[in-house]
């Protein structure tokens, strides 16, 4: 399959980072081009693409913009810089080597959901990226390409970065609101959803970093181009981060519906050993034995079919000598740490799993403890106000339903089926949160 | 008793006037103020911020508390956080946590006798192609950790 690079054609020029380098390569050209369009000519541009949300729920962008209401109240878009999926580390990247790009499309964005006022919210790890992008921003404001009347348009937008502190959940869109609002990051239920009442209880629009820089490349050329790449259900490239025992992990851009084994081959330089699993779309996807794998395409449809699913695409490969019971437990540590403690499904699950899984590497497993981490998982999912609950629920049924042997082996034994050894660490079930919840 | 700079003033000032809403500067001051009371958030500090933001203490705790980078103890001059997520622990980030903690004589999340270390676990950072990572208070990270690496970073951190 022919190599199709949209947003990092330039990513590997420094230059790019610059107002003028990357204006050099055509930057805010296609601004231009949006402002000689109408609002809703750009909704029905980025409709007619397919475009799916790059964040992890992959929902059809256009659709979310004119879920807005009518009312006359100010709008706000927000940009969902958080990326705390593990795994996952695309945006990072484009944030440092294109933070043009992200603004371009986002003011183009902006201009066709007429928003006034909007932000860059950025996890506060990353404090590059928050140095770089709040730069950017302020060559955009001199250059008069952000603020009243840009570029003559009559258009007037503002955009700030806010910085995060350190909580995986504010990446969910209603706990980001909360916390741009000063708040505990804790999600609400949904509806009303944010498109109707979001940031200060105004219409609202958050997508992801990826979806927001891909808006450009749909107006620059055609909604028709756009979704001629990937499949009908899957349109446009993707960028997804690989990580894991493969000999070049990285960032790379493929047209969705690209298989897997491809990727793994093409862009990641092979396997380092020989490939076991993966999980293909940040740690809350379920995992993929090697079989599934080579056969997977990486597209919605493809991986949903699989039983997996997209994600935020960040994808994650183990070789022979990955211990299963141990990864899950790496897994089960984060979502307990990162609950945020309101639903109890989630809040008493996710420590639940945590400590049966620490359990068994400590050698105190229970032979009944395969079926309850199944049992627990499923009583998790789907009850609770966001999806973190299922994000710990399905990568569990899934390794205990995969690779139930070595769970077993672990359990009778005492020790990794893969090892052979215990696995041995000082901070097994050392979980400082589990004391915080009691 | 706990008070901002001058410039650390001048910075919260600011940030109540930025946002929507006077509270968005909540999570923005802790940063500021964290940072000017050496590294951590001491409930001194939580009573001067009320005071100069006007904001009810509550809500400032409330930040502070739910926020893993605000840190609600002491901690060292260079607090060290090592990535311990999936592809890091992979890559043995693990063992190079327990090789720090047992090399400092400290457990993890706690601060040497001395003062100038802190090391504990963090949750991915975003950087899982570089694996091992870790970053150190609130700089770049430093990636592709190895033995020699840790051991070259502390004889350097002083
Ligand atoms: C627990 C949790 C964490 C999430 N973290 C992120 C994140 O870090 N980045 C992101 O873009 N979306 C994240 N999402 C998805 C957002 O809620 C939201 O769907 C997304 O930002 C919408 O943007 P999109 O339509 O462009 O994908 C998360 C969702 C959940 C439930
Ligand atoms: S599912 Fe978990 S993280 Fe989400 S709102 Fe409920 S308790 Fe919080
Ligand atoms: S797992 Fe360590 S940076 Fe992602």
């Known amino acids: ?438 | 008793m706990f008070q901002l700079s001058k410039d650390g003033l001048a910075f919260v000032k600011n940030e109540l006037t930025r946002y929507e809403t006077k509270r968005s500067a909540v999570l923005p001051a802790l940063f500021k103020a964290q940072e000017e009371n050496g590294g951590w958030v001491s409930p001194e500090v939580v009573v001067h911020l009320s005071q100069v933001m006007d904001i009810p203490m509550s809500q400032i705790n409330e930040v502070l508390t739910f926020y893993t980078m605000y840190n609600k103890k002491p901690v060292g001059k260079h607090h060290i956080q090592v990535c311990c997520n999936i592809s890091c622990a992979m890559a043995g980030a693990h063992e190079m946590a327990d090789y720090l903690c047992d090399k400092l004589g400290v457990h993890d999340g706690e601060m040497t006798k001395d003062g100038r270390f802190t090391i504990s676990r963090a949750e991915c950072l975003g950087s899982c192609d570089t694996a091992p990572v870790m970053q150190i208070n609130m700089d770049e990270y430093i990636e592709n950790l190895t033995y020699p690496k840790l051991d070259q970073m502390i004889k350097e951190l002083k």
């Open chain 1, 1 to 438: 399959m022919a190599e199709i690079k949209l947003l990092t054609e330039h990513y590997h020029k420094p230059e790019f980072q610059t107002l003028d380098g990357y204006k050099k390569n055509g930057g805010y050209d296609v601004l231009k081009k949006a402002f000689k369009m109408k609002p809703k000519e750009i909704i029905e541009e980025v409709k007619a693409s397919g475009l799916r949300g790059r964040g992890g729920a992959g929902f059809p962008t256009g659709m979310k913009w004119s879920f807005l209401p009518d009312n006359g109240e100010p709008r706000y878009l927000l940009c969902n810089a958080d990326e705390g999926e593990p795994g996952t580390f695309k945006d990072r990247l484009m944030m440092e080597r294109a933070p043009h790009q992200l603004i371009e499309g986002m003011i183009i964005s902006a201009f066709a959901v007429q928003s006034k006022k909007s932000y860059i919210y950025i996890r506060g790890e990353y404090t590059k990226c928050l140095s770089v992008v709040r730069k950017a921003i302020k060559e955009a404001y001199d250059a008069g390409l952000l603020g009243k009347n840009i570029l003559g348009s009559g258009f007037d937008h503002d955009m700030d970065v806010y910085s995060g502190a350190g909580a995986y959940i504010c990446g969910e869109e209603t706990g980001m609101i909360s916390s741009l609002e000063g708040k505990k990051g804790q999600p609400k239920l949904k509806p009303p959803f944010p498109a109707v009442q979001g940031y200060l209880a105004k219409p609202t629009i958050v997508n992801n970093v990826e979806t927001l820089a891909a808006v450009k490349y749909i107006i620059r050329d055609g909604a028709a181009a756009y979704k001629k790449i990937g499949t009908e259900k899957s349109a446009g490239t993707k960028l997804f981060s690989v990580s894991g025992d493969v000999n070049k992990p990285g960032t790379y851009e493929v047209p969705l519906a690209y298989p897997l084994r491809d990727l793994i081959a093409n862009e990641c330089g092979g396997m380092k050993g020989k490939l076991k699993a993966v999980i293909p779309g940040g740690s809350s996807a379920p995992i993929l034995n090697a079989d599934e794998s080579n056969k997977v395409n990486m597209d919605y449809e493809s991986l949903a079919a699989a039983g997996s699913m997209l994600g935020s695409g960040a994808v994650i490969i183990m070789n022979e000598t990955r211990c299963m019971v141990d990864m899950l437990n790496v897994i089960l540590h984060f979502y307990h740490h990162e609950s945020c403690g309101q639903c109890t499904p989630c809040r008493e699950g996710t420590g639940w799993l945590e400590k049966i899984v620490s359990s068994i590497l400590l050698g105190r497993g229970r032979p009944q403890d395969i079926d309850l981490l199944d049992t627990i998982a499923q009583n998790m999912k789907g009850r609770t106000i966001c999806a973190l609950s299922d994000a710990a629920a399905l990568p569990t049924i899934s390794f205990v339903q995969k690779f139930r042997d070595e769970f077993e082996f672990y359990i009778r034994e005492g020790r990794s089926k893969v090892t052979g050894q215990p696995i041995k660490r000082k901070n097994i079930k050392g979980s400082h949160h589990v004391e915080m919840h009691h």
